[in-house]
């Protein structure tokens, strides 16, 4: 099974600040123990802070790859691209955010993902990710 992490734009910065929201892992360590956890699933991670290049690898993974969980941080509330891009590719997506956004600031409520999505994942921490890997197997 064919699985990709995308994250978006500040999450490179993930363990380094705002530990009390984001914990103090860094992504690329949590990466690692993900890959062992699952190493029967073929999984790779990609991270960008720019809104056309995560397009770009929707567009290049989404109709070969099994899964996607896509955590697009902040264009989740404000990209309508992102969105198109998850409406027009077959790979089902999984969206998911680190922390509650459903206890967070209004703006953050709004996904323009979770209607192309086949689900979404919120508030479990990075646990998350290793509950998306397991929705898909
Ligand atoms: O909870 C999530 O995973 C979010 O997608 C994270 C985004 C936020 O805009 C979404 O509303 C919810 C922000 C990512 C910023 O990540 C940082 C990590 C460490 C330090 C600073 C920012």
Redesign the pocket.
Known sequence: MKLIIIN????N??????PE??GSKTFADFFEELKSKFNNIDLSYFQSNIEGEIIDKLHEVGFEYDGIIL????Y??TSVGIGDAVKGITTPVVE????N?HA?EDF?HHSFIAPAAKGVL?GFGLKGYELAIQSFI
């Open positions: 978006g734009p500040n999450l910065l993930l363990g380094k600040r705002e929201i984001y955590n697009a941080a902040a989740t509330h998911l955010h680190i922390s956004v967070r953050r919120f």
